[in-house]
Nanobody
Framework: QVQLVESGGGLVQPGGSLRLSCAASGLTFSQYALSWYRQAPGKEREFVARIWRFGGSTTYADSVKGRFTISRENADNLVYLQMNKLKPEDTAVYYC??????????WGHGTQVTVSS
């Protein structure tokens, strides 16, 4: 069974940085990408960043371009989201997600990021 566990969230001041981690287990070649999504209070869940497991191409939401960086380790069992120049509007629960070739999505339980002074 695919399992995703997020960590690294916390409270940070505007302009600060955090690095989120997603530890993945049970992945096969069917899971072609790992992504970060977030959901703020009163808002729907939105896409943040994606990295392809094979090749390493990345995609970012316009709202985080230039500030966030998604990366992975060579073993592809850890995916990171480096978040710099954080803004209050970045406050949300951040979720790790993977998609497979059968259109099945697997989600972690999320980690809270709060940007506030």
């Amino acid at each position: 069974q695919v399992q995703l566990v997020e960590s690294g969230g916390g409270l940070v001041q505007p302009g600060g940085s955090l690095r989120l981690s997603c530890a993945a287990s049970g992945l096969t070649f069917s899971q072609y990408a790992l992504s970060w999504y977030r959901q703020a209070p009163g808002k729907e869940r939105e896409f943040v960043a994606r990295i392809w497991r094979f090749g390493g191409s990345t995609t970012y939401a316009d709202s985080v371009k230039g500030r966030f960086t998604i990366s992975r380790e060579n073993a592809d069992n850890l995916v990171y989201l480096q978040m710099n120049k954080l803004k209050p509007e970045d406050t949300a629960v951040y979720y790790c997600k993977t998609s497979d070739l059968y259109n099945v999505e697997y989600w972690g339980h999320g980690t809270q990021v709060t940007v506030s002074s």
